[in-house]
């Protein structure tokens, strides 16, 4: 559609001349004489722009701008004003006007003025949209579970997303820190401003400092202009520090005096930036004895670590998986165009009984997989991945639970079963990738390629041999 602009002038000259003007440049105009029949008209049609003289009779253009902001608060409105008035046009703009034109006009900056704000206006929609979907996706739906240690989140999430505390989110990987993270953001009265987010385990640390703080131009090798730092970035938001229990002692110590002080210094300037921003931190490590040996500052601690919240791994939660394995079937049946009906009475119990080491983020990489892959109306059995369905991917005995009788057991057999497990868990975990998990298994790559030829558990790539 068309760009529709109201002209509103009580000079028929000026009124022509705009009109067409702005037609030539693909608007769609009406205009209008006066004040009074501008707000008839815009009880009868929408409109993206007015833009109406200051001085009229029956109703002055200071009068139909209050009138607009009041009843049309999304229209831009730009006012017009005659050489020697300008002081008038800058009170309308304090009042909203989005800016002025002055007589006699400029046409090209008439043209420019009317395209940046039409722009503006669509980049303020944008935003709006943009955030009301981050608000909504990430909303206290977004937190999947009717467990009690999810009752026990929602109840923390609701309470603490209210206030500036600080907040220290612990759990195991993939158990959805940064989920909890956005919720206690986009709940509370921050939702409007930055969500920022930093992977402590990420960013090498000669780079932390610079991407935490910032940095000024010719401060070190590489750094041809100034940084903004993302403290500055999330400056009266939120800023997320991911696995936090990664971050070097060099850098803890700049973080402590950030969070006390509420102001930082870029690398290689000599003046403080003040900023204020609420700090929520998580980590799948535990700081507490990261503390006792000295690898994590303790004042730091008890700064990140007001209020804790602890993110439940999915083993110890299992009646959620049908609702998070529906929850996922539903995603991904929108963003890859299934229509998927449902998951199996058979094909949950297999959900059910699997260990999930990734936790919940294992479990929807898992049914995207199946969802990407399924060709029929329903996920079964034999739709999942062969670890899920077979008994080498669900939960390990651990060797207390093995019985031994009379007949006593086989314990190669028995051995080489856990070995098999422990093997597929770690590909798993490592992505397919042997040679990554070799070294979750701290094995060298060459017994890991003999162990997956000797269980049958798929093939080495050329690549990865040789790499070795």
Do not use: W
Request: charged share 30%; with cysteine; glycine share 6%.
């Amino acid at each position: 559609m068309k760009p529709r602009i109201l002209v509103v002038d009580d000079e028929e000259s000026i009124r022509e001349f705009l009109e067409i003007m702005l037609k030539k440049d693909g608007y769609e105009v009406t205009c209008a004489e006066d004040g009074a029949k501008a707000k008839e008209i815009l009880t009868k049609k929408s409109f993206d722009m007015v833009i109406s003289d200051l001085q009229m009779p029956n109703m002055t253009g200071i009068e139909l701008l209050k009138h607009v902001k009041d009843s049309y608060p999304d229209l831009v409105f730009m006012m017009i004003t005659a050489f020697g008035t300008t002081e008038t046009a800058v009170d309308a703009m304090k009042m909203g006007a989005y800016d002025y034109l002055t007589k006699p006009f400029k046409i090209d900056e008439v043209r420019l003025n009317i395209q940046n704000a039409l722009r503006s206006k669509n980049l303020e929609v944008e935003n709006r949209t943009l955030k009301k979907e981050l608000t909504k996706e990430y909303s206290f739906q977004s937190l999947v579970g009717n467990s009690d240690p999810m009752h026990k989140i929602y109840d923390l999430v609701k309470r603490v997303s209210q206030g500036p505390t600080n907040v220290l989110i612990t759990g195991e990987s993939g158990t959805g820190k940064e989920v909890v993270a956005k919720a206690i953001h986009y709940n509370g009265p921050l939702k409007d401003k930055a969500f920022v987010t930093i992977n402590c385990g990420a960013i090498p640390e000669n780079l932390m400092e610079s991407e935490m703080f910032g940095h000024k131009k010719g401060s070190f090798t590489g750094a041809v202009a100034d940084k903004v730092g993302l403290f500055e970035v999330a400056d009266s938001g939120t800023l997320f520090l991911d696995e936090v229990g990664e971050l070097p002692l060099t850098i803890q110590v700049k973080l402590l005096r950030a969070i006390q002080e509420r102001v930082i210094r870029r690398v290689g300037a000599t003046d403080d930036i003040k900023v204020e921003v609420r700090i929520i931190a998580a980590t799948n490590r535990d700081l507490e004895e990261m503390v006792k040996t000295g690898a994590f500052r303790q004042d730091l601690f008890y700064r990140l670590n007001v209020i804790n919240i602890h993110t439940p791994a999915l083993r110890d939660r299992k009646d959620d998986i049908p609702l998070l394995a529906n929850h996922f079937l539903k995603k991904y049946n929108d963003r890859l165009t299934k229509t998927i009906g449902g998951i199996s009475v058979e094909a949950m119990e297999m959900l059910k009984k699997y260990d999930y080491p990734g936790n919940v983020r294992e479990l929807e990489n898992v049914i995207e997989r199946t969802v990407a892959l399924e060709g029929g109306s329903m996920i079964l059995p034999e739709s999942l991945p062969p670890f899920v369905n077979t008994p080498s991917g669900r939960k390990m005995a651990s060797s207390h639970e093995i019985e031994i009788g009379q007949e006593g057991i086989d314990l190669d057999k028995v051995m080489g079963q856990i070995e098999k497990e422990l093997l597929v868990k770690a590909i798993h975990a490592a992505g397919g990738v042997k040679k990554k998990a070799s070294k979750l298994l701290h094995i060298t790559f060459r017994s890991m390629r003999y162990r997956v030829e000797k269980y049958n558990l798929g093939t080495v790539d050329d690549e990865e041999m040789d790499d070795e």
